[in-house]
């Protein structure tokens, strides 16, 4: 049983207003599903600001904690504001009733994310004795603490997702499964290109060599790049006058010589505005199969 949630959120919602925070929230949101269902696991609920998510193994538990955290690392910044999660999760028997799950796992996988600081992922001795020895290697013990609903301290480990060595090799080496590998789709003036870890590049802008050529006036020879890269697609800007990207239900952000990670669905302009631009659009989705 695995919880996730946005740090700081309250504090968020008052310095960045409401639309700006929700827009952190959906970003970070979007992070947690993908990760989970990247390691076949399942999204419970929605709790405010974060996820509850169940795995069949505290392996595929903590795989997807590291994917979280890596895809929330890499997001960009929120007026200024690094966004950073929180992670906590523990392996053990659980009650099911209906769509929702209890017991003492549970209640103790929210203890530990309730302890835990942005950007760290907690968990507890039983967990980690769960953990095959090459994962072990990841965590470091901290201190026996108290955690709300346990009567007596438990014995609270850390897993090391963000410095090299060990972490840094499960993380990155040992891929998802294959059955739920990312891929790209993007449509562009009727035509579908579909991009995977293997064709993982596409170059963007009006000079023929292009995999895809766009004419419009205010788009450079070589305007942008989209490639896969670690376990995302990113879309870097290379042009004179930005791309314009629209994700689903958010506001339009300009890239300037910047990049972004594309994540769910929505709409790139190259040169002007997706909402104003006479321009052909391109459309994208992030698909897990």
């Known amino acids: ?158 897993i090391i997702w963000q410095e090299p060595g060990d972490v840094t090799v499960i993380a990155e080496d040992l891929a998802p499964p294959a059955a739920f590998s990312t891929r790209l789709m993007l449509q562009y003036r009727g035509a579908q290109i579909i991009l995977d870890a293997n064709r993982g590049r596409v170059a963007v802008g009006r000079d023929d060599v292009c995999e895809v050529v766009v004419s419009g006036k205010r788009t450079s020879r070589h305007h942008a790049r989209i490639e896969w890269r670690r376990d995302k697609f990113v879309l870097t800007d290379q042009s004179t006058n930005g791309t314009f990207v629209l994700f689903d239900g958010e506001p339009e952000i300009v890239l300037k010589r910047e990049e972004v990670p594309l ?6 302009c190259f040169g002007d505005s997706v909402t104003q631009s006479e321009s052909d659009i391109m459309e994208f989705e992030v698909l897990s199969r």
């Open 1 to 158: 049983m695995l919880f996730a949630d946005l740090a700081g959120s309250t504090r968020l919602y008052e310095k960045l207003g409401d639309a700006q925070a929700l827009r952190a929230v959906g970003m970070c949101l979007t992070c947690m599903r993908e990760a989970t269902h990247a390691w076949r696991g399942r999204i419970v609920k929605s709790i405010g600001d974060g996820v509850m998510a169940v795995f069949d193994t505290a392996t595929a538990a903590m795989h997807a904690a590291c994917a979280m955290h890596m895809k929330v690392d890499d997001l960009p910044l929120v007026a200024g504001v690094k966004l950073g999660i929180r992670i906590g999760f523990q392996h053990g028997p659980v009650l099911e009733e209906g769509s929702d799950y209890f017991g003492d796992t549970v209640n103790t996988a929210a203890g530990v994310t309730a302890l835990a600081k942005p950007d760290q992922i907690l968990t507890t001795a039983d967990t980690i004795a769960a953990l095959p020895p090459a994962l072990r290697k990841a965590s470091r013990a901290l201190d026996s603490l108290s955690v709300k609903g346990k009567l007596e301290e438990i014995h609270v480990f850390e």
């Open 263 to 268: 994540r769910g669905r929505g709409w790139i």
